[in-house]
T-cell receptor, first 117, second 114 residues
């Protein structure tokens, strides 16, 4: 079974400050990991993903995340927060163990990012 | 590329009626689509996996007779909430991908049952 834990349901930063959203996962197979962003009353937009290869992955809107196998972590960062980054962020792990639900996602609880002027 | 649409975006219905939600992949084909439900201030929970040409796979605790899924083609999956009740009010989101390993999400459908 897979699981995802996001530390901190709410994170508040000032505009221009570093954004750090934490994600730890549990998976019995090499994981595919994702970060999605959700704006109110909208679907999820893919920010970035890790499959294989380089452990530091860059995504859209200046976000990046680093896969650390030894720490089972996939934290999301952005050097300088912008007001438009205010949203809810979800970390997810993909089920690639086979079967009819191959590719299904297990999500963390979500982290609401607030950006103060 | 990799655009997923949903229709309708909002639906209000009376208790006891049925509601159909469509999920379409616009620029790719998908043999598998997923249906999630999201309650207010909560994360997404997988309801079922929709497989083209075969029966859907439901997660534990999801009533298959209540949430009917039909994957009619490689670009369309439908979720029908039968005999809807107020507790079925939620945000329903589908996902699909050109490859199952990467999923793209539709904009979601807000269902309100009165």
């Amino acid at each position: 079974a897979q699981s995802v834990t996001q530390l901190g349901s709410h994170v508040s930063v000032s505009e221009g400050a570093l954004v750090l959203l934490r994600c730890n996962y549990s998976s019995s197979v090499p994981p595919y990991l994702f970060w999605y962003v959700q704006y109110p009353n909208q679907g999820l937009q893919l920010l970035l993903k890790y499959t294989t290869g380089a452990t530091l992955v860059k995504g859209i809107n200046g976000f990046e995340a680093e896969f650390k196998k030894s720490e089972t972590s996939f934290h999301l960062t952005k050097p300088s927060a912008h007001m438009s980054d205010a949203a809810e962020y979800f970390c997810a792990v993909s089920d690639l163990s086979g079967g009819t639900s191959y590719g299904k996602l297990t999500f963390g609880q979500g982290t609401i990012l607030t950006v103060h002027p | 590329g990799a655009v997923v649409s949903q229709h309708p975006s909002w639906v209000i219905c009376k208790s006891g009626t049925s509601v159909k939600i469509e999920c379409r992949s616009l620029d790719f084909q998908a043999t598998t689509m997923f249906w999630y439900r999201q309650f207010p201030k909560q994360s997404l929970m997988l309801m079922a996996t929709s497989n083209e040409g075969s029966k859907a796979t439901y997660e534990q605790g999801v009533e298959k007779d209540k949430f009917l899924i039909n994957h009619a083609s490689l670009t369309l999956s439908t979720l029908t909430v039968t005999s809807a009740h107020p507790e079925d009010s939620s945000f329903y989101i589908c996902s699909a991908g050109p490859v199952p390993e990467t999923q793209y999400f539709g904009p979601g459908t807000r269902l309100l049952v009165l």
